[in-house]
């Protein structure tokens, strides 16, 4: 079993950053980070393969940065030139299995940390 524990949420001015991290307890292959607001289908943001090959989706190209820090086993996801519309929960997510990573179905979840940001 993995845990996975996001910190860094809060609410910032549009044009600000922000930080989150992402905390896992055990064995990731690949990581990545997903948002989500009411009413609307969860969205893959970023993701981080073990190569550290990483993807991330075109409305957050050049502002949204995924990396992972091997020796902490910890994800991070620095985000600048924030937008209204990238107010969201945000939620870090991990697979171990190569399948798994291949086809983005991971199975294991944060809790989730909100970020608002403001006009």
């Known amino acids: 079993q993995v845990q996975l524990v996001e910190s860094g949420g809060g609410s910032v001015q549009a044009g600000g950053s922000l930080r989150l991290s992402c905390s896992a307890s055990?064995?990731?292959?690949?990581m990545g980070w997903f948002r989500q607001t009411p009413g609307k289908e969860r969205e893959g943001v970023a993701h981080?393969?073990?190569?550290?090959?990483?993807t991330s989706a075109d409305s957050v190209k050049g502002r949204f940065t995924i990396s992972k820090d091997v020796a902490k086993n910890t994800l991070y996801l620095q985000m600048n030139s924030l937008k209204p519309e990238d107010t969201a929960m945000y939620y870090c997510?991990?697979?171990?299995?190569?399948?798994?990573?291949?086809?983005?179905?991971?199975?294991?979840w944060g809790q989730g940390t909100q970020v608002t940001v403001s006009s």
């Open positions: 981080i393969d073990s190569d550290g090959s990483t």
């Open positions: 997510a991990a697979a171990e299995m190569a399948w798994r990573c291949r086809l983005r179905r991971y199975n294991y």
């Open positions: 055990g064995y990731t292959l690949c």
